[in-house]
């Protein structure tokens, strides 16, 4: 099967946000992936996700049982078909610190041009994560079309 792996500074708000999006959608179109997420510090190792991502998944409905932190390695990256990262820091940590991923690592915003941002923003800094899971949706959305075209084809 298949693996997605979502990156973001401590995989506590932006990246298990875009996790647990994607599974919800991937559940409801039947389609099967490997979806996981991992931060490039490892700070926050071993936590629960910020509980206002929680709070923010639970009242659309998303379900986020089973949520532990952790950082990336290189085996998650090797095991992944796509590595998506949520901002720039976050890709030249990846491309910098990984072997053989260059042609698999895509920035979040890639896909969902259409809002206009360049980088999925922080909301551990900014405090807005009603904007990051609008941006999150939408990019998890596009993501699953264009996986589906990919990993469908012949």
């Given at each position: 099967m298949k693996k997605i792996i979502f990156v973001c500074l401590g995989n506590i708000c932006r990246s298990p946000m875009a996790e647990f999006v994607m599974k919800d959608l991937i559940s409801k179109e039947k389609f099967?992936?490997?979806?996981?997420?991992?931060?490039?510090?490892?700070e926050h190792d071993g936590e629960f996700m910020h509980y206002k991502s929680q709070d923010k998944l639970e009242k659309a409905g998303i379900k986020t049982q089973g949520f532990v932190s952790k950082k990336l390695t290189q085996k998650l990256c090797d095991e992944s078909a796509y590595i998506i990262v949520?901002?720039?820091s976050n890709l030249k940590y990846v491309l910098r610190n990984f072997q053989r991923i260059e042609h698999k690592v895509l920035k979040m915003t890639d896909f969902a041009k259409e809002l206009g941002y360049d980088e999925v923003p922080d909301p551990w800094y900014?405090?807005?994560?009603?904007?990051?899971?609008h941006i999150v949706l939408t990019a998890c959305k596009n993501l699953l079309k264009t996986l589906k075209k990919e990993f469908n084809s012949p």
């Amino acid at each position: 099967m298949k693996k997605i792996i979502f990156v973001c500074l401590g995989n506590i708000c932006r990246s298990p946000m875009a996790e647990f999006v994607m599974k919800d959608l991937i559940s409801k179109e039947k389609f099967k992936l490997e979806i996981t997420s991992a931060g490039t510090s490892g700070e926050h190792d071993g936590e629960f996700m910020h509980y206002k991502s929680q709070d923010k998944l639970e009242k659309a409905g998303i379900k986020t049982q089973g949520f532990v932190s952790k950082k990336l390695t290189q085996k998650l990256c090797d095991e992944s078909a796509y590595i998506i990262v949520m901002d720039d820091s976050n890709l030249k940590y990846v491309l910098r610190n990984f072997q053989r991923i260059e042609h698999k690592v895509l920035k979040m915003t890639d896909f969902a041009k259409e809002l206009g941002y360049d980088e999925v923003p922080d909301p551990w800094y900014s405090g807005n994560f009603d904007e990051t899971y609008h941006i999150v949706l939408t990019a998890c959305k596009n993501l699953l079309k264009t996986l589906k075209k990919e990993f469908n084809s012949p």
